[in-house]
């Protein structure tokens, strides 16, 4: 009996592209409002990192209010050459040629926090940020949080769960957060897990690296990479509960807000 559910992506390189365009749609789904609306559309991890990348890269000319520049309040979250956010990202990524308004090379996460940032700093207090720290999050995601102990990043740990190397390219803030409080809610279709038994009984359980119409490829939890032809399964089926555990089991509030920075830090090898 095969209960996979069809819809799930097959195929390595056709595993890539919907993840990519799923993390796209996110990110623009979550930033796609115009001027027009309100804050409480914007999400708040977005907003915490955008207002640090603001800090660090706009505040230098435009100020911490957002209005040191001649006719630019940029806090007013209305802006004159930008009306929707996709035009604002563009804007933000490709600088205000023969302007001092530089080009910037941010990721589709930086951008979505920028954005986000942007459209509600009126309302938004810089001092209630809680982001955290970056290099107190990389020591906690190998020690206290554990997560070293199922997670790769940059060829070091296991594969038995998704490589984080370049999460903080792919996801948003605020999806990185979900994914760390609600593993399960969050979980998305090419990370579920599988389990797989075989004609004699034995139950495999793993991660799906490839799949065709006729075989799959496994990594089980010995981290050993299996291939079976699916007619000799008795049974495949995708699990729709996480495996990974709440961070809040081993982490406070300000702790997950330190390994949220380090995972947003993760761009890929370079
Ligand atoms: C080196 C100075 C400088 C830096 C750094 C800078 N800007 Fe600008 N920015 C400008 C100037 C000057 C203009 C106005 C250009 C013009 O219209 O002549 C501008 C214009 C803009 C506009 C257009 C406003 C409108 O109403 O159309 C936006 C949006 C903007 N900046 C956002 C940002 C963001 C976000 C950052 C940080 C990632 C940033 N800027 C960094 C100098 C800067
Ligand atoms: C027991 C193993 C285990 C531990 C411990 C664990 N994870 Fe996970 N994690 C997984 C598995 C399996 C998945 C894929 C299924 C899912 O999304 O829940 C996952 C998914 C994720 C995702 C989503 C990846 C994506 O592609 O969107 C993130 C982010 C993440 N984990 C971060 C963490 C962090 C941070 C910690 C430590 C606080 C942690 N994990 C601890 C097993 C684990």
Same mark, same amino acid.
């Given at each position: 009996?095969?209960?996979?559910?069809?819809?799930?992506?097959?195929?390595?390189?056709?595993?890539?592209?919907?993840?990519?365009?799923?993390?796209?749609?996110?990110?623009?789904?979550?930033?796609?409002?115009?001027?027009? !609306?309100?804050?409480?559309?914007? /999400?708040?991890?977005?907003?915490?990192?955008?207002?640090?990348? $603001?800090?660090?890269?706009?505040?230098?000319?435009?100020?911490?209010?957002?209005?040191?520049?001649?006719?630019?309040?940029?806090?007013?979250?209305?802006?004159?050459?930008? /009306?929707? !956010?996709?035009?604002? %990202?563009?804007?933000?990524?490709?600088?205000?040629?023969?302007?001092?308004?530089?080009?910037?090379?941010?990721?589709?996460?930086?951008?979505?926090?920028?954005?986000?940032?942007?459209?509600?700093?009126?309302? #938004? !207090?810089?001092?209630?940020?809680?982001?955290?720290?970056?290099?107190?999050?990389?020591?906690? #995601?190998?020690?206290?949080?554990?997560?070293?102990?199922?997670?790769?990043?940059?060829?070091?740990?296991?594969?038995?769960?998704?490589?984080?190397?370049?999460?903080?390219?792919?996801?948003?803030?605020?999806?990185?957060?979900?994914? %760390?409080? !609600?593993?399960?809610?969050?979980?998305?279709?090419?990370?579920?897990?599988?389990?797989?038994?075989?004609?004699?009984?034995?139950?495999?359980?793993?991660?799906?690296?490839?799949?065709?119409? $006729?075989?799959?490829?496994?990594?089980?939890?010995?981290?050993?990479?299996?291939?079976?032809?699916?007619?000799?399964?008795?049974?495949?089926?995708?699990?729709?509960?996480?495996?990974?555990?709440?961070?809040?089991?081993?982490?406070?509030?300000?702790?997950?807000?330190?390994?949220?920075?380090?995972?947003?830090?993760?761009?890929?090898?370079?």
């Amino acid at each position: 009996m095969r209960t996979l559910n069809p819809r799930l992506p097959v195929g390595l390189t056709r595993l890539v592209w919907p993840l990519a365009t799923l993390g796209l749609l996110a990110m623009f789904g979550a930033a796609s409002a115009t001027a027009q !609306d309100h804050a409480g559309q914007y /999400e708040q991890a977005n907003i915490e990192f955008g207002a640090r990348l $603001y800090g660090a890269n706009c505040v230098r000319c435009h100020g911490e209010g957002g209005a040191e520049v001649p006719g630019i309040d940029l806090s007013t979250g209305s802006y004159a050459r930008a /009306e929707s !956010d996709p035009e604002l %990202m563009q804007l933000i990524r490709t600088g205000i040629p023969g302007t001092a308004m530089p080009p910037n090379d941010f990721s589709a996460s930086e951008l979505t926090g920028i954005v986000s940032y942007l459209r509600t700093m009126r309302d #938004f !207090d810089l001092s209630a940020v809680t982001l955290g720290d970056a290099a107190r999050g990389q020591t906690l #995601f190998s020690g206290k949080g554990a997560c070293a102990s199922c997670h790769r990043v940059r060829g070091q740990g296991p594969r038995t769960a998704p490589d984080l190397t370049a999460i903080g390219a792919t996801r948003t803030a605020a999806n990185l957060k979900n994914a %760390m409080l !609600d593993p399960t809610g969050s979980m998305i279709a090419v990370n579920r897990p599988v389990r797989a038994v075989l004609g004699d009984g034995t139950v495999i359980n793993g991660r799906r690296l490839n799949e065709d119409t $006729y075989t799959i490829q496994l990594i089980d939890e010995n981290e050993r990479l299996r291939s079976f032809d699916k007619a000799d399964l008795r049974e495949l089926a995708a699990v729709t509960t996480s495996p990974m555990p709440p961070a809040t089991d081993a982490l406070n509030e300000q702790e997950i807000g330190d390994v949220l920075a380090y995972l947003l830090t993760l761009k890929g090898m370079d």
